[in-house]
T-cell receptor, first 106, second 116 residues
Framework: GIQVEQSPPDLILQEGANSTLRCNFS?????LQWFHQNPWGQLINLFY???GTKQNGRLSATTVATERYSLLYISSSQTTDSGVYFC????????FGAGTTVTVRA | NAGVTQTPKFQVLKTGQSMTLQCAQD?????MYWYRQDPGMGLRLIYY???????DKGEVPNGYNVSRLNKREFSLRLESAAPSQTSVYFC???????????????FGAGTRLSVL
């Protein structure tokens, strides 16, 4: 199956800072999703982005399918951005990376 | 529109007990999935149902059974719970199992299961 690697594993930010999370995957995909798991455990869909760039408020994502990576940008971070961010891709199943744990401090 | 609903939210079992986790979706999706999440890890697929009437094994099916009761409902059963099954279980659904936009998956709130 497809291997998904996320970096960094942990990220500590001061409120207002910007950050970039990376997702590398081992094979071509036609479905890539970013999720945010909040501190209560709920998985929230952020982006469906197999290629190109999308923006949603302070979050944006870019996938370069030919180079097999995706980036998630958090701008002007807020404490509510804390949690774990997962990248997941589809071959016959949704394969998740191990996640990046983001802690935003006030 | 509730999306994906899982019950119960929390459960504690003794080793050897059985239980069924329930999942229902109201998005008229064809495909449904059960995942488990262990500390520090991403989600791993246990079983999935591509469409009503079909089920298939995922990455970690041992110790579990599933039933696709109808298009809305997909249950996960632990016949004889073991401590290794202590985990958080998530149900998800999508329009279809194929790749692309049809396989955008939406998740329930999860069930936290402890097996003592």
């Amino acid at each position: 199956g497809i291997q998904v690697e996320q970096s960094p594993p942990d990220l500590i930010l001061q409120e207002g800072a910007n950050s970039t999370l990376r997702c590398n995957f081992s094979d071509s995909v036609n479905n890539l999703q970013w999720f945010h798991q909040n501190p209560w455990g709920q998985l929230i869909n952020l982006f469906y982005i197999p290629s190109g760039t999308k923006q949603n408020g302070r979050l944006s994502a870019t996938t370069v399918a030919t180079e097999r990576y995706s980036l998630l940008y958090i701008s002007s971070s807020q404490t509510t951005d804390s949690g774990v961010y997962f990248c997941a891709v589809v071959d016959y199943k949704l394969s998740f990376g191990a996640g990046t744990t983001v802690t935003v401090r006030a | 529109n509730a999306g994906v609903t899982q019950t119960p939210k929390f459960q504690v079992l003794k080793t050897g007990q059985s239980m069924t986790l329930q999942c229902a979706q109201d998005m008229n999706h064809n495909s449904m999935y059960w995942y488990r999440q262990d500390p520090g890890m991403g989600l791993r697929l246990i079983y999935y149902s591509a469409s009503e009437g079909t089920t298939d094994k995922g990455e970690v099916p041992n110790g579990y059974n599933v039933s696709r009761l109808n298009k809305r409902e997909f249950s996960l059963r632990l016949e004889s719970a073991a401590p290794s099954q202590t985990s958080v279980y998530f149900c998800a659904s999508s329009e279809a199992r194929t790749g692309g936009r049809q396989n955008i998956q939406y998740f329930g709130a999860g069930t936290r299961l402890s097996v003592l």
